[in-house]
């Protein structure tokens, strides 16, 4: 279904493809995902880069967006901007469309949190 839509646009759009999957956490486990896939995504695609474990979220968010094609954020759960989730989700999103990157996010649910983003950044809601 979802994730099956996600592979395929995510191959069509670039090579380099960041992937988070979020299917059947918590909005705290789904944060966790989210920042282990964007720190190991940063390790694997720039060896050298200068991250490191003091790294604010929005740096590492910007770093993962300069080196991938696309990020896929799949199964996303209904969060809110000021929660664990959505205060990653949000800066994550951000960094991709001022790096001209393209994102692929499915969930089962309306995000609210779309409406924070300019509507010229959504292609369907």
Do not use: H, M, N
């Amino acid at each position: 279904g979802k994730t099956q839509l996600a592979a395929r646009v995510a191959a069509a759009v670039g090579d380099a493809v960041l992937w988070v999957r979020c299917a059947g956490r918590s909005l705290p486990e789904s944060a966790a995902a989210a920042e282990r896939a964007v720190r190991a995504g940063i390790a694997l695609s720039s060896p050298g880069a200068a991250v490191d474990g003091t790294s604010s979220w929005e740096t590492l968010a910007a770093a993962a967006a300069s080196a991938y094609d696309v990020v896929v954020l799949d199964d996303v759960p209904v969060c809110r901007a000021s929660d664990v989730f959505g205060s990653r989700l949000l800066p994550l999103l951000e960094a991709c469309l001022a790096a001209g990157k393209s994102v692929v996010l499915t969930s089962g649910a309306p995000l609210d949190l779309l409406a924070a983003l300019p509507d010229r950044a959504v292609v369907a809601r």
